[in-house]
T-cell receptor
């Protein structure tokens, strides 16, 4: 148990569906992240939030829409996805974005997404 | 460009020692991380090196040579539960984490 909970664990959706991924951290951290993990590829950073404010959007297509209502919760809203978006989506948190050098990330177990 | 290289897959025997290498080319360096990820589970932090040398933590050790752009993770007295993927990541000059694709370690009895 890492203190970061993601739901659902598995999601199958069609290209016309709208769904949301949820992440909750119980660690009192201030920074939260969305990563995409595809088989045999490096982790891809998608979005970063620090104190509920988005600080990074790494050229992610608009069909992915993040939302951070407070420092403990993070959502990823999905709509009109493509089959190539099928991957494991990981949420992570860290104590403080400004101290990234020494800040280890705490990851959730991820949502395995399949787009048909 | 920035790049992290690590072997895709390695196999080792229970009770033995295995060394997982990671080489990096990044714009700047602010530390190197190793994470362990069991299949279907969250990656978990193993080690952080920012100075040259060996850091030992129980059965796991991590080594860094900044001049060579090289690190390794050493696992001793291998156990079946060590079967997992091991991810290497480097913090660059902007403190952005650059990730390797991970090394899948298979432990055989």
């Amino acid at each position: 148990e890492t203190g970061v909970t993601q739901t659902p664990r598995h999601l199958v959706m069609g290209m016309t569906n709208k769904k949301s991924l949820k992440c909750e951290q119980h660690l009192g951290h201030n920074a939260m992240y969305w990563y995409k993990q595809s088989a045999k590829k490096p982790l891809e950073l998608m979005f970063v939030y620090n104190f509920k404010e988005q600080t990074e959007n790494n050229s992610v297509p608009s069909r992915f829409s993040p939302e951070c209502p407070n420092s403990s919760h993070l959502f990823l809203h999905l709509h009109t996805l493509q089959p190539e978006d099928s991957a494991l989506y990981l949420c992570a948190s860290s104590q403080d974005l400004d101290k990234i050098v020494n800040e280890k990330l705490f990851f959730g177990s991820g949502t395995q997404l399949s787009v048909l | 460009g920035q790049n992290i290289d690590q072997p895709t897959e390695m196999t080792a025997t229970e009770g033995a020692i295995v060394q997982i290498n990671c080489t990096y080319q990044t714009s700047g360096f602010n530390g190197l991380f190793w994470y362990q990820q069991h299949a279907g589970e969250a990656p978990t932090f193993l080690s952080y090196n920012v100075l040259d040398g060996l850091e030992e933590k129980g059965r796991f050790s991590s080594f860094l040579s900044r001049s060579k752009g090289y690190s390794y993770l050493l696992l001793k007295e291998l156990q079946m539960k060590d079967s997992a993927s091991y991810l290497c990541a480097v913090a660059d000059s902007n403190y952005q984490l650059i990730w390797g694709a991970g090394t899948k370690l298979i432990i055989k009895p």
